[in-house]
């Protein structure tokens, strides 16, 4: 995106060291940024996003996306098929660098001047250290996941278009060095072939795309991040 290449030059640092600034600084950087006509910004879906997400958003326990049927972990409780598992894919085609998670909550964002909704999926993720929290078999294709260790850093958020099923799977008692641990397990998406590469130039959910169930809960949300406060003043 031009406004984070821009932001990262503007405070002169590397993109390797850049994320602790990007979530503390970029949301109100890039607002200022748009809002200077110099800079002469006039996508508007980049003005729309902006000025931050509307205070009502809606919460669906399922979405339709990718041609997978997700479930919030809650709701996949106590059903014979759990569609909560999610996959995100990395830098690298490797698999180390992909992180592995649970849906908490699925959320979809309105912004003020943008037609088209914005989903999330608030994921909590599995530790993705190599070999002390997640571990890949090149030789038999398969990642293997800790299951009593989550990912220590606050970025639950990721965009629904982003996301692919996974579902794990216990090895048998008589694998003791295995214990505690689950393979992944990726499930194929219905009526769409498999891509290696998720297309990044639509960050948006398009009415017409992905249609979804009829299961809503309006929810008064005051922030994304848990505690967070968000003053109207400002």
Not at 20 to 26: A, K, P, Q, R, Y
Request: glycine share 6%; proline share 4%.
């Amino acid at each position: 995106m031009v406004g984070v290449r821009a932001f990262l030059q503007y405070h002169s640092i590397d993109e390797q060291n850049a994320s602790s600034l990007i979530h503390d600084e970029f949301p109100n950087w890039l607002k200022a940024y748009v809002q200077d006509e110099r800079n002469g910004t006039i996508n508007p879906y980049v003005k729309a996003l902006s000025q931050g997400p509307c205070l009502e958003a809606t919460s669906w326990h399922m979405y339709f996306v990718n041609g997978y049927k997700f479930h919030t972990q809650d709701w996949s409780h106590g059903k014979k098929t759990t569609n909560c598992g999610v996959h995100v894919k990395g830098l690298t085609n490797e698999g180390e660098d992909d992180y592995y998670g649970i849906i908490q909550n699925i959320l979809q964002l309105e912004y003020d001047d943008f037609d088209d909704k914005i989903t999330l999926f608030h994921c909590e993720w599995f530790d993705p250290t190599k070999n002390s929290g997640t571990k890949v078999q090149k030789q038999y294709n398969i990642v293997d996941i800790k299951m009593n260790k989550r990912y220590s850093q606050y970025d639950p958020f990721i965009l629904a278009q982003k996301a692919r099923q996974v579902y794990y799977v216990s090895y048998p008692e008589m694998c003791r060095d295995l214990r505690g641990w689950c393979a992944a397990i990726t499930t194929k998406p219905r009526g769409h072939v498999e891509m290696d590469n998720v297309d990044d130039e639509m960050p948006y959910q398009s009415n017409e795309m992905s249609p979804i169930v009829p299961i809503t809960e309006v929810e008064q949300i005051r922030g994304l991040a848990d505690g967070t406060i968000i003053d109207d003043a400002n």
